[in-house]
């Protein structure tokens, strides 16, 4: 970023990583690299860090638009991170989802009554799944964004009562998880499962060959 001063990385053309960092609290993340054999050390946000500003919304910003800032905010504030701490180097990656209908964001519920009136907007609809990852390899940022698409069948009130009931929906984009519950309502996928999930695994992989990280 402008005016910013990054410390000196020592890295080589030839260095090969053994190990990536992730900034990321998400286990379902984390459960996507171990699923492709990716050895990751968590880069947590320290307590003073506001990470709810980076998801902020802007007026009349895109989905897609969105995504991506905020992708690149996590990461830029993960590198400040790392400096910070003074940890050995190793690439660092980063993600953010969001769900969209149309150009409406369907982000993280903000309580119970949030959660039922994003899923009743997702009944019978189909709806964008959002993700963009980033991978910062010691030299430059590199971003990939996969967008998915996701059919729900109509659902009830006491289906939608229930699942809410469940807790499932907070922390989650949408208010929903694919891989719980809540995939006996969706009649059909187009695109990336893991990315649904919240990591694009074809997409993660690529930058990860590209960072030179082994696995």
Same mark, same amino acid.
């Given at each position: 970023? @402008? $005016?910013?001063?990054? !410390?000196?990385?020592?890295?080589?053309?030839?260095?090969? /990583?053994?190990?990536?960092?992730?900034?990321?609290?998400? @286990?379902?993340?984390?459960?996507?690299?171990?699923?492709?054999?990716? =050895?990751?050390?968590?880069? #947590?946000?320290?307590?003073?860090?506001? *990470?709810?500003?980076?998801?902020?919304?802007?007026?009349?910003?895109? !989905?897609?638009?969105?995504?991506?800032?905020?992708?690149?905010?996590?990461?830029?504030?993960?590198?400040?991170? #790392?400096?910070?701490?003074?940890?050995?180097?190793?690439?660092?990656?980063?993600?953010?989802?969001?769900?969209?209908?149309?150009?409406?964001?369907?982000?993280? !519920?903000?309580?119970?009554?949030?959660?039922?009136?994003?899923?009743? /907007?997702?009944?019978? =609809? *189909? /709806?964008?799944?959002?993700?963009?990852?980033?991978?910062?390899?010691?030299?430059?940022?590199?971003?990939?964004?996969? *967008?998915? /698409?996701?059919?729900?069948?109509?659902?009830?009130?006491?289906?939608?009562?229930?699942?809410?009931?469940?807790?499932?929906?907070?922390?989650?984009? $949408?208010?929903?998880?694919? &891989?719980?519950?809540?995939?006996?309502?969706?009649?059909?996928?187009?695109?990336?499962?893991?990315?649904?999930? $919240? #990591? !694009? #695994?074809?997409?993660?992989? &690529?930058?990860?060959? &590209?960072?030179?990280?082994?696995?």
């Amino acid at each position: 970023m @402008p $005016g910013r001063c990054w !410390p000196a990385i020592r890295t080589t053309g030839s260095d090969v /990583h053994e190990y990536i960092y992730l900034a990321s609290q998400s @286990p379902r993340r984390r459960q996507l690299l171990a699923q492709i054999a990716v =050895r990751h050390e968590l880069l #947590l946000p320290d307590p003073h860090e506001d *990470t709810e500003a980076l998801e902020a919304e802007r007026r009349g910003e895109s !989905p897609l638009a969105y995504v991506e800032r905020v992708t690149r905010a996590k990461l830029v504030a993960a590198r400040e991170r #790392l400096a910070r701490r003074g940890l050995a180097f190793a690439p660092i990656l980063c993600a953010d989802t969001t769900v969209a209908l149309g150009r409406r964001l369907l982000g993280k !519920p903000r309580d119970a009554a949030d959660a039922a009136a994003t899923l009743q /907007h997702l009944s019978a =609809r *189909t /709806h964008r799944v959002i993700t963009a990852v980033a991978v910062y390899d010691g030299r430059r940022s590199r971003v990939a964004v996969n *967008t998915s /698409h996701v059919r729900f069948s109509a659902l009830t009130r006491a289906q939608i009562d229930a699942y809410v009931a469940s807790g499932e929906p907070f922390g989650k984009a $949408g208010a929903y998880a694919i &891989q719980s519950r809540a995939a006996c309502w969706i009649e059909r996928v187009a695109g990336s499962y893991s990315s649904i999930m $919240g #990591l !694009p #695994l074809y997409e993660t992989a &690529q930058l990860l060959r &590209q960072a030179r990280v082994r696995f």
